[in-house]
């Protein structure tokens, strides 16, 4: 399971979309992909009892910030479960844990974002990392059959 989330109308807050997209569009087998504007309770039922779960989201490229594309393991945190508008990937996976097994492996591909105001075009540098971050998806899939 992929999910891309984040604001098309935000500039690159919309990459992890972008990327859910384009992994969608690969055809993957055994590989499911949803792109949404954020993470939602509703999305737990998508990865409950799943093999691997994929977040994939933008993250603001500030000072001090980590360059380029960032791939971190992720788990539900004990007592984490709770519902709210908007939920991360270790509330999804506590909540997804009541619904049923839990994903063997779950991972958060975080792709850089130095251009968060209006509009639907990715910056040069977010459109090249989504590149990359669609690499990233594609070999994490690949070796979890």
Known sequence: MVIGYGNDLRGDDGAGRRVAEAVAAAGL?????RSVHQLAPEHAADV???RCAIFVDARL???????GVTVQAVSARVGDAGLTHHTSPAALLALAATLGPPPGDAFVVSIPAGD???????????AAAVDAAVDQVVALCACRP
């Open 61 to 67: 490229a500030g000072a001090g910030a980590q360059a």
């Open 48 to 50: 409950a009892g799943r």
């Open 116 to 126: 968060l105001g209006i509009g639907t075009t990715l910056s040069t540098a977010t």
């Open 29 to 33: 087998p055994g590989v499911t992909v």
